[in-house]
């Protein structure tokens, strides 16, 4: 096949790959919110992409579906450009979109949440949705494990967890310089808050704790790090993949 995203496919080549047992389809959940003065606000889309592509790619007999998006993103609303919807909305494309993969025949079902925002919901929408369908649904919805690889992926670069930061810092960054270089503003990069996190962020909004919307140190990222920031993950959520399906 010279293509493992449904969406670049027609549905006479989607039929034949699951009769020639592409039965795994992951399902990456993103957003559309505002990640500081220097990168695009489909980054966590963008993201939930490329990890997609390379968990697929890594399994084999893998398919792609669409990154969903928007996500709940409330607490960046201050920023012009993010769009969001409520948890209980995300909860119900959740539940069609998995029911309808099911119904094509998919024996595996993984979400890959890529949005912090997205993570609870996902995991509300799995103990939901599950008991629904005659494939096994599987949420990789650790968000305390994604950014340990990210920061580990940073640290071997010389750059600390405040500096790789949570949102649109040197992490996330050097992962779009990996990716989408050409969205990224280079001449726009700037150092955010780089104090403790807390819950000030989702009770009173982005925009009370970092007036540029970023946390961390953009001026810190590099393709590079970005490039191992990708390899990282990818092998994270593969090993979790097999290990649940092995459960």
Request: proline share 6%; charged share 20%; with cysteine.
């Amino acid at each position: 096949m010279d293509t493992i995203k449904i969406e670049e496919m027609t549905w006479p080549m989607v039929k034949k790959a699951i009769e020639k047992g592409y039965k795994t389809v992951i399902v990456p959940v993103g957003s559309i919110e505002q990640h500081g003065p220097h990168l695009p606000t489909g980054t966590d889309t963008f993201a939930g992409d490329v990890f997609g592509i390379r968990v697929a790619e890594r399994l084999g007999k893998a398919l792609v579906a669409p990154t969903i998006r928007p996500g709940c993103s409330e607490h960046h609303m201050d920023f012009p450009g993010t769009i969001t919807i409520s948890p209980e909305t995300l909860i119900r494309v959740l539940l069609d979109v998995c029911e309808a993969l099911d119904r094509h025949g998919f024996e595996n079902i993984i979400l890959i949440p890529t949005h912090g925002g997205n993570f609870a919901p996902v995991i509300t929408a799995t103990q939901i949705i599950a008991p629904r369908l005659k494939a096994n649904l599987i949420a990789l919805a650790d968000l305390g494990g994604l950014i340990s690889k990210m920061n580990g992926a940073m640290a071997e670069f010389g750059v600390s967890a405040e500096e790789a930061g949570s949102h649109s810092g040197a992490a996330e960054t050097s992962l779009m310089m990996a990716y989408k270089p050409d969205l990224v503003r280079g001449e726009e990069m700037t150092t955010g808050y780089m104090g403790p996190l807390t819950s000030k962020y989702v009770r009173a909004g982005f925009k009370a704790v970092t007036p540029t919307g970023v946390f961390g140190d953009a001026t810190k990222a590099s393709r590079k790090a970005g490039e191992r920031i990708i390899e990282l993950v990818t092998e994270m959520y593969v090993e979790n993949i097999k290990r649940e399906l092995e459960s």
